[in-house]
T-cell receptor
Framework: QKEVEQNSGPLSVPEGAIASLNCTYSDRGSQSFFWYRQYSGKSPELIMFIYSNGDKEDGRFTAQLNKASQYVSLLIRDSQPSDSATYLCAVRGGNTPLVFGKGTRLSVIA | GAGVSQSPSNKVTEKGKDVELRCDPISGHTALYWYRQSLGQGLEFLIYFQGNSAPDKSGLPSDRFSAERTGGSVSTLTIQRTQQEDSAVYLC????????????FGPGTRLTVL
């Protein structure tokens, strides 16, 4: 059973701070890692994907992957109230469908 | 361009009735996925279609659930003899062929079984 684990939160951070969202996965064969953002009552939308160990930056977002530790994280710099949402970690091995975590609810306090 | 569309947006039904949920993927996307999301939960994979290949049905929770995809485009998810535990948001996503990075999600169908 492939599992993706996330802390459900809520994670509360003040506006302007760095939000750190974490995810662990059970399948060592996983090859692709994704972070989706889901606003309440809306569909998930892709923020970032990462394949290789290390960091990948896109604007205020940085994804970090450590395959040895089976750990992937998302950092949000200069957090804004509009970043308040549920963040879903998703993992895929090869051509298999994505396996999603249950998500971490982030609240950015103005 | 048009995104993934789903209909109906909301469906209320009585326990024991059958329901059909429709998904129109993005034109040219050969991969189509159905997920279910219960309140406060993550996305539960149901079924995956890729081109003309046999679908991956490994996520269907029971034989009351079935899905088909006609002409490699529109997909219908059918739930027979609905139960209260089937109440959830049913999300459809599509993507370009294998190895594509991004799945684009539709707005979902909120199913309520009374």
């Amino acid at each position: 059973q492939k599992e993706v684990e996330q802390n459900s939160g809520p994670l509360s951070v003040p506006e302007g701070a760095i939000a750190s969202l974490n995810c662990t996965y059970s399948d060592r064969g996983s090859q692709s890692f994704f972070w989706y953002r889901q606003y309440s009552g809306k569909s998930p939308e892709l923020i970032m994907f990462i394949y290789s160990n290390g960091d990948k930056e896109d604007g205020r977002f940085t994804a970090q992957l450590n395959k040895a530790s089976q750990y992937v994280s998302l950092l949000i710099r200069d957090s804004q109230p509009s970043d308040s949402a549920t963040y879903l970690c998703a993992v895929r091995g090869g051509n298999t469908p994505l396996v999603f975590g249950k998500g971490t609810r982030l609240s950015v306090i103005a | 361009g048009a995104g993934v569309s789903q209909s109906p947006s909301n469906k209320v039904t009585e326990k024991g009735k059958d329901v059909e949920l429709r998904c129109d993927p993005i034109s040219g996307h050969t991969a189509l996925y159905w997920y279910r999301q219960s309140l406060g939960q993550g996305l539960e994979f149901l079924i995956y279609f890729q081109g003309n290949s046999a679908p991956d049905k490994s996520g269907l929770p029971s034989d009351r659930f079935s899905a088909e995809r006609t002409g490699g485009s529109v997909s219908t998810l059918t739930i027979q003899r609905t139960q209260q535990e089937d109440s959830a948001v049913y999300l459809c996503a599509s993507s370009l062929p294998r190895g594509s990075n991004e799945q684009f999600f539709g707005p979902g169908t909120r199913l309520t079984v009374l």
